[in-house]
């Protein structure tokens, strides 16, 4: 009578069975496919300063504009404001785009292309990174560091780090 070998004594079978688990976390990790079905939606008040006698005064906008979609598609505005301390911010409202992995919000020298091409549409030269996107939805502040020199960014981009593409952009307009 002829015996039955099991294949989980074969060690081909182990090596493959190992190689494909880590494969399948490496590859959830990186591409983090469940984002596709969360939304994020964040709700940041317009932020207001106090003027020097204590009384609330509205931001003034320095630039603003519409988004485009690149990569993913995306709506809403930003604009660049001036609070009554002298601290800028960069506001995202009515933000809506897709989730992802390594999303940031980029202020860019770029001029922004139409196109789904994410990273041919969009070059990524002179930036600053403002930070990670809070939410794929909403309103959103991003505080803009002190010494940057407005003159010499002309865009924004929602950035994904992770794959080098736009995610969806806009040429700011001066007040």
């Not at 930070?131 to 865009?155: I, M």
Request: aromatic share 8%.
């Amino acid at each position: 009578m002829g015996r039955v070998r099991s294949t989980l004594g074969r060690p081909w079978f182990l090596t493959v069975l190992c190689t494909g688990v880590v494969l399948a976390g490496v590859g959830l990790y990186w591409f983090q496919p469940w984002k596709l079905w969360v939304d994020e939606t964040v709700r940041d008040p317009l932020p207001v300063a106090a003027a020097g006698n204590g009384a609330r005064v509205e931001p003034k906008e320095l630039a603003n504009g519409k988004l485009i979609s690149h990569e993913h598609e995306t709506s809403g505005s930003v604009r660049i404001l001036r609070l009554a301390d002298g601290t800028r911010v960069l506001r995202l409202t009515d933000l809506e785009t897709s989730n992802g992995p390594a999303l940031r919000v980029w202020l860019s020298d770029a001029e922004v292309k139409p196109g789904k091409d994410g990273w041919h549409v969009f070059d990524d030269g002179r930036h600053v990174s403002l930070g990670e996107l809070k939410g794929n939805k909403g309103d959103q502040n991003y505080p803009l560091p002190a010494d940057v020199d407005l003159d010499k960014y002309r865009s924004v981009t929602l950035w994904c780090d992770r794959f080098d593409v736009s995610f969806g952009a806009t040429e700011l307009t001066r007040a």
